[in-house]
């Protein structure tokens, strides 16, 4: 079983940048594909990015395409989402989910889920 946690949300202006981190407790996060989902108040939880074991494949929500970046570094157990060229509409929870599964991932999320960090993009 793996623990996460989200980190590295806050408040910025349309048009800046955040760089989001989850890190892995319990198991080695290379066993897992990760993938970031975020949830706006009053909305469905949404997938934004993915990748595979060892960063070989990365998947992105259109929404996101050449904005944001999903990246891991598997010697610290931590994958990380850097967020460029933020947008109001970007406002949500984000969520990093794990599972053995990359599928599973872009389907639906993970067995494993951190409890989210706010991110508040001002206009």
């Known amino acids: 079983q793996v623990q996460l946690v989200e980190s590295g949300g806050g408040l910025v202006q349309a048009g800046g940048s955040l760089r989001l981190s989850c890190a892995a407790s319990?198991?080695?996060?290379?066993?897992?594909?990760v993938g970031w989902f975020r949830q706006a108040p009053g909305k469905e939880r949404d997938f934004v990015a993915a990748i595979s074991q060892f960063g070989g494949n990365t998947y992105y929500a259109d929404s996101v395409k050449g904005r944001f970046t999903i990246s891991r570094d598997n010697g610290k157990n931590t994958v990380y989402l850097q967020m460029n060229s933020l947008k109001p509409e970007d406002t949500a929870v984000y969520y990093c989910?794990?599972?053995?599964?990359?599928?599973?991932?872009?389907?639906?999320?993970?067995?494993?889920w951190g409890q989210g960090t706010q991110v508040t993009v001002s206009s």
């Open positions: 319990g198991r080695t996060l290379s066993t897992y594909a």
């Open positions: 989910a794990a599972d053995a599964h990359i599928g599973v991932i872009t389907a639906r999320g993970g067995d494993y």
